[in-house]
Every structure is written in structure tokens, then in C-alpha cells.
């Protein structure tokens, strides 16, 4: 099984941007549709954003037109830029492979003043 590495969490402002990273292990990593999921303790882990092998991305509306997920498959990473962050945003964030269920140990988000 494949594994993914999240990094880039932290504490921020309202307002403020972080960008998440993702990076897994493995081969073929371009043939791969990725996700980026959200958890707040005490509620579902929430699909935010997904992208396709192809490079097109959708978001969930709560985060459409602030968060922008990209990939570079020559580094095997996936990224999650994060702009005007909101204390809503505040939650563990993770990295996902669909095809086979994979998921990162997630990082951190807390957006605060």
C-alpha cells in the first residue's frame, strides 16, 4: 500500500494562507486521483478538494474560490494552497487515494487570531 506524507499545517491568522503538501510512495503516482479531506473532532472527515490525473480539480463549495489543489507528478506530491483561511477551516487535513482507500496521518490546521 501506498505511503502519503502531509505536511504544512500550522496556526494562521483569519485571512491568511498555508500550503498543504503531499507526497507518496510508489510508482505511477500520475495515474492516480487524489483527495484532500478535512476533520473536525466530533464530525465526519470531509472531502474538500479532488484532483484528477489529468490536473482538474473541484472543490467543496465551502472552500471554492480560497483553496487551489494542484499536483507535480514528478515529485509525487499533491498540494493544497489555502488563501483567506477561516476559523471554519480549522481541522485535521488529509491526504487520500481513492483507488485504494490510503490515507496520510494528517496535519493540522488552526486558524485563529
Known amino acids: 500500500q501506498v505511503q502519503l506524507v502531509e505536511s504544512g499545517g500550522g496556526l494562521v491568522q483569519p485571512g491568511g494562507s498555508l500550503r498543504l503538501s503531499c507526497v507518496a510512495s510508489?510508482?505511477?503516482?500520475?495515474?492516480?486521483?487524489m483527495n484532500w479531506y478535512r476533520q473536525v473532532p466530533g464530525k465526519q472527515r470531509e472531502l474538500v478538494a479532488q484532483?484528477?490525473?489529468?490536473?482538474?480539480?473541484n472543490y467543496a463549495i465551502a472552500v471554492q474560490g480560497r483553496f487551489t489543489m494542484s499536483r507535480d507528478n514528478a515529485k509525487n506530491t499533491v498540494y493544497l494552497q489555502m488563501n483567506n483561511l477561516k476559523p471554519e477551516d480549522t481541522a485535521v487535513y488529509y491526504c487520500?487515494?481513492?483507488?485504494?482507500?490510503?490515507w496520510g496521518q494528517g496535519t493540522q490546521v488552526t486558524v485563529s487570531s
Open positions: 487520500n487515494r481513492p483507488q485504494d482507500n490510503s
Open positions: 510508489g510508482n505511477m503516482f500520475s495515474i492516480y486521483i
Open positions: 484532483i484528477s490525473r489529468s490536473g482538474a480539480a
